[in-house]
C-alpha cells in the first residue's frame, strides 16, 4: 500500500476561499467520531467556529456556493485514494498461499496408508521413502515462507498507513462539523435579527427594492440551508468512512497473525512431528524382529502345552478304566432282568391261555354230547 496520504492536511481549518490556501499540515491527533455538538469543540475551537461565522456573508452567492467546498474536495480526493489502496491489495494470494501450505502437508500424509503414523509396517526402504517425501515438502513449504514473509512485512506497513487514514479522516470529520456549527450560527443569527429587521423596513417603506431585499435574504439562507445540509451529508460520510477503514486495517491483522501463526506453530509443528515420525519408524523396525522370535517362541511353547496335555489326560483316562467297565455291568444286569422279566410274562401268557383252552374244550364237549341227545331223542 503506498502512502499516497503524505500530503493531506491533518488538522481542521476554516476557509471561505477553500481553493486558494494551503494550510500547513500538522500532526494528527486521533479522536473518535462524536455527536455534531458544541461540546466536541474544543475552547480554542469553539473560538474559531465564532470568529468564522462572524466573517460569513449570506449576501455574497460566491461564499455560499464555495462553503465548505476545500473540506469536501479533500474528502472526495481521500476516498478515491482509499479505494485505490483497496483495489490494487489483494489478499485472496496470501489465502492461497495460506492454504498451499495446508495442501503439502496434507498431500504428504495422503500419501500413507493410515496418515502420518501409519508408516510403520514391514516394507524394504520406508524409511528412505519417508525422507525423501519429507523432503519435497519441507522445499515447497519454504517457498511458500519466504513469499508469505513479504505479504507479511506489506500488511504491516499497510495498517500502519490505515492508522493515518483514519486519523486523516477524523480531521476532516472535525473540520465539516465545525462548518456546519458556523453555518448554523450564522443562518439562526441571520434569520433572528438581519431577516425580521429587513421584513419590517420593507412593510413600514412598503418600498419594492426594500421587499426584494429581503426576499433575496431569504432566499440566500435558503441556499445556505441545502449546503449546510450537503454538508452534514459529507460528514455522514466521513462518520461511516472511520469504522469501514477500522474493518480493512483489522482484516489486515488478522491475515498477518494467520502468516504469524503458520511460521512460528505450523510447519516447526509438523517438522518435529517428522522427526518423531522417523524415530518411531527406526525402533518400529528393530522391534519387529524381536516381536516375530518371540511370537514363534510362545506358538511353539503353546501347541507344545497342548499336546503334553492331551497325552497326559488320555493315558490317566485309559490307566483308571477296568477291564470291564461298571457301565457294561449295569447294561449287562439290566438285559437279563429285562429277559427273565419278558420270559416270566409269556409262561404266565401261556398258562392262562391254555386254561383257557381246557374250559373252552370242556364246554365245547358237553355241548356236543346235548346235541348227540336231541338227535336220538
Not at 499516497?4 to 486521533?30: D, G, M, S, Y
Not at 465548505?68 to 489502496?85: I, V, W, Y
Not at 412593510?203 to 449546510?228: H, P, T, V, W
Request: glycine letters at 4%; proline letters at 2%; one cysteine or more.
Amino acid at each position: 500500500m503506498k502512502n499516497e496520504f503524505e500530503n493531506f492536511q491533518a488538522t481542521p481549518v476554516l476557509t471561505l476561499e477553500p481553493f486558494q490556501e494551503e494550510p500547513k499540515p500538522q500532526p494528527v491527533k486521533e479522536e473518535k467520531a462524536p455527536v455534531l455538538n458544541e461540546d466536541i469543540l474544543s475552547d480554542e475551537e469553539r473560538r474559531a467556529v465564532d470568529a468564522f461565522a462572524a466573517q460569513i456573508d449570506l449576501m455574497n452567492s460566491n461564499a455560499i456556493l464555495q462553503y465548505g467546498a476545500g473540506t469536501q474536495k479533500k474528502m472526495a480526493d481521500f476516498s478515491e485514494a482509499a479505494l485505490e489502496n483497496v483495489r490494487t491489495k489483494d489478499l485472496g494470494e496470501v489465502g492461497e498461499l495460506l492454504t498451499g501450505v495446508v495442501k503439502e502437508l496434507r498431500s504428504f500424509d495422503e500419501e500413507e496408508e493410515k496418515g502420518l503414523f501409519g508408516i510403520f509396517k514391514k516394507s524394504s526402504g520406508r524409511i528412505q521413502s519417508m525422507k525423501a517425501k519429507y523432503a519435497k515438502a519441507e522445499t515447497n513449504i519454504n517457498q511458500i515462507c519466504k513469499v508469505l514473509e513479504s505479504h507479511q512485512v506489506q500488511l504491516l506497513k499497510d495498517v500502519a498507513v490505515l492508522d493515518k487514514m483514519y486519523g486523516l479522516n477524523l480531521t476532516y470529520f472535525k473540520e465539516l462539523s465545525m462548518y456546519i456549527l458556523a453555518g448554523k450560527k450564522k443562518l439562526s443569527e441571520v434569520r433572528a435579527t438581519q431577516l425580521p429587521e429587513l421584513l419590517d423596513k420593507a412593510s413600514r417603506s412598503g418600498l419594492a427594492e426594500d421587499a426584494q431585499a429581503a426576499r433575496d435574504l431569504d432566499a440566500m439562507c435558503n441556499r445556505f440551508e441545502k449546503k449546510i445540509h450537503d454538508l452534514e451529508l459529507t460528514r455522514t460520510v466521513s462518520m461511516q468512512t472511520a469504522p469501514q477503514i477500522r474493518l480493512v486495517q483489522g482484516n489486515d491483522t488478522l491475515m498477518v497473525e494467520k502468516i504469524q501463526s503458520t511460521i512460528v506453530n505450523t510447519i516447526p509443528l509438523w517438522k518435529s512431528q517428522m522427526v518423531l515420525a522417523l524415530g518411531v519408524e527406526h525402533s518400529a523396525q528393530a522391534a519387529a524382529a524381536q516381536r516375530e522370535v518371540t511370537d514363534m517362541t510362545n506358538e511353539l511353547l503353546r501347541k507344545n502345552a497342548d499336546k503334553l496335555k492331551l497325552a497326559v489326560t488320555e493315558t490317566a483316562k485309559e490307566s483308571e478304566r477296568g477291564i470291564v467297565e461298571i457301565e457294561t455291568l449295569r447294561h449287562t444286569n439290566e438285559t437279563l432282568i429285562s429277559t427273565l422279566d419278558e420270559v416270566m410274562q409269556i409262561q404266565r401268557e401261556g398258562r392262562q391261555k391254555r386254561a383257557e383252552a381246557e374250559q373252552e374244550m370242556v364246554r365245547l364237549e358237553q355241548e356236543l354230547k346235548a346235541k348227540l341227545l336231541q338227535v336220538h331223542g
